[in-house]
């Protein structure tokens, strides 16, 4: 009896032993293909694409979700039409305002200062010149204007399309207006009640799934 434990345990051993030899050498791979992906390095140059580009753009006529098209044209009467016609069609509530106050500091104050009157840190430094205040007489601002300058650009100014999202232009704008109000010594604006139109970019994916909301009652919003 003592001798068989022995025996089981050098087996044991010994099988143990013998299955962790590595095997340096694969066995055959049929169809290779299933272990080996033929994958490409992202935006790395291959004969097989065209421009050798890996990385490619969208088709022709798709737009990313939560992107629409802006209707208003690049060219002055764009800006005539947008400048008359376009509004903000977020709500004034505190919240919009604080954020879009935020924003603006990021992406405007260092020119446009920090009250909208022109002299931001780089007019001080002399980096820049010819930036307008917010209350320009002669330019008139209004939410469709700051709106297209925003997206277009105008002259020195770049275009912020690329940077912001639809929701945050229109928050920027709400910021600009006000600024320009307290410039012009206006009357303070009272906050409104209302929801966001616009859903923050990829809100749509926090969307509860069709069947929650219509077990709910509710009317899912992605779908006509
Ligand atoms: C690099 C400096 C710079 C930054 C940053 C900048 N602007 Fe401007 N902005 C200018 C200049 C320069 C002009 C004057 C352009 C002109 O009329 O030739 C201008 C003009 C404007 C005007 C007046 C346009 C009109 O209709 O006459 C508005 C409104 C404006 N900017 C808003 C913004 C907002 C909002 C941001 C942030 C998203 C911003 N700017 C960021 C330089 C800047």
Known sequence: ????FRKSIFFLLAASAVSCVENSKPNYQYMPNMYE????EPYGSYDIFVNQQEAKLPAEGTISRGWKPYEYENSPEGYATAKANLENPLPYTEDNL?????????YCAVC?????DGKGILVQREKILG???FDDVGRAITEGSVYH???YGLNAMGSYASQTSIKERWLIDMYVMNLKNELEGGPEIPFEEGEDLIP????????E????????GQLNQTEE
Request: avoid cysteine.
């Open 37 to 40: 992906t033929v994958s490409y």
């Open 131 to 133: 930036i307008p205040r």
């Open 112 to 116: 446009h200062g920090d009250q909208g």
């Open 209 to 216: 799934p069709a069947e929650t909301s219509a077990s709910e």
């Open 1 to 4: 009896m003592k001798s068989l």
């Open 149 to 151: 300058v925003m997206y």
């Open 98 to 106: 604080a954020e879009g106050k935020a924003l603006f500091t990021i």
């Open 200 to 207: 923050a970019v990829n809100a749509d994916k926090t969307i």
